[in-house]
T-cell receptor
C-alpha cells in the first residue's frame, strides 16, 4: 500500500533559524496536503499542492511539490515560537489520505 | 466555516466499561467521516471510514466489534469503545469531508478526545 515517509522526526531550532521537513511517498500522488498540530491540539489544514513542481508560499512558510509528485517539503524561514508544533504531510493517491509520521518542531527563544 | 465538533474532549473510564465519542459537523454536511487514533509522539493512524447510512469500513487490524461506529445522519458520527481496557487509552480524533467534496480533498478535524482507561 501507499507509504509516506517524513523526516526528520524531531527538530530543535533557535528562534530565527530556518526549518525544513521533507516528505517522500512510495507512489505517485495526486496531491499532497500539509497540516499543523499544536501541542495538545488537533491537526489544522495548512495547504494543498496538486501540480508537479508546484511552489506555494504562506508568509514565512514555503511548500514545494516535487516534479515526480512523489516528494514534498515545507520550509519555514526565520522561525518564531508560534511555529512550535508537529507538521504532518498527507499524501493522496486516488482514495484516502496517508499521513506521514510528522516532524515535531521545537523553537528555543 | 467547516467546523467539526468532537465531544467529550477528555474522558476517564474504568476498565470494562464502554465510552461513546461524538463527532459533529456544525456548518456543513459530511457524508464521510474518518476516525483516527494517535499515540503519544506518533502520527495519526486511520481506524475506520464512516459513511452516512452504511456500514463503516475498518482498517486492517482494527476490531470492528470493539470500536463501534455509527453514522446516523449527515452531521453526526459516533465511535463507541466497548469493554475498554487500559491499552485503549489514547487520543482519538475524527475528521470530516464535506458532502460533494472530492475523495482527496482536505480534511477538517475535530478537537480530539483524550481517553484514559483505568
Amino acid at each position: 500500500g501507499q507509504q509516506v515517509m517524513q523526516i526528520p522526526q524531531y527538530q530543535h531550532v533557535q528562534e530565527g533559524e530556518d526549518f525544513t521537513t521533507y516528505c517522500n511517498s512510495s507512489t505517485t500522488l495526486s496531491n499532497i496536503q500539509w497540516y499543523k498540530q499544536r501541542p495538545g491540539g488537533h491537526p489544522v489544514f495548512l495547504i494543498q499542492l496538486v501540480k508537479s513542481g508546484e511552489v506555494k508560499k504562506q508568509k514565512r512558510l514555503t511548500f514545494q511539490f516535487g516534479e515526480a509528485k512523489k516528494n514534498s517539503s515545507l520550509h519555514i524561514t526565520a522561525t518564531q515560537t508560534t511555529d512550535v508544533g508537529t507538521y504532518f504531510c498527507a499524501g493522496s493517491g486516488s482514495y484516502q489520505l496517508t499521513f506521514g509520521k510528522g516532524t515535531k518542531l521545537s523553537v528555543i527563544p | 466555516g467547516a467546523v467539526v465538533s468532537q465531544h467529550p474532549s477528555r474522558v476517564i473510564c474504568k476498565s470494562g466499561t464502554s465510552v461513546k465519542i461524538e463527532c459533529r459537523s456544525l456548518d456543513f454536511q459530511a457524508t464521510t467521516m474518518f476516525w483516527y487514533r494517535q499515540f503519544p509522539k506518533q502520527s495519526l493512524m486511520l481506524m475506520a471510514t464512516s459513511n452516512e447510512g452504511s456500514k463503516a469500513t475498518y482498517e486492517q487490524g482494527v476490531e470492528k466489534d470493539k470500536f463501534l461506529i455509527n453514522h446516523a445522519s449527515l452531521t453526526l458520527s459516533t465511535l463507541t469503545v466497548t469493554s475498554a481496557h487500559p491499552e485503549d487509552s489514547s487520543f482519538y480524533i475524527c475528521s470530516a469531508r464535506a458532502f460533494g467534496a472530492a475523495d482527496n480533498s482536505p480534511l477538517h478535524f475535530g478537537n480530539g478526545t483524550r481517553l484514559t482507561v483505568t
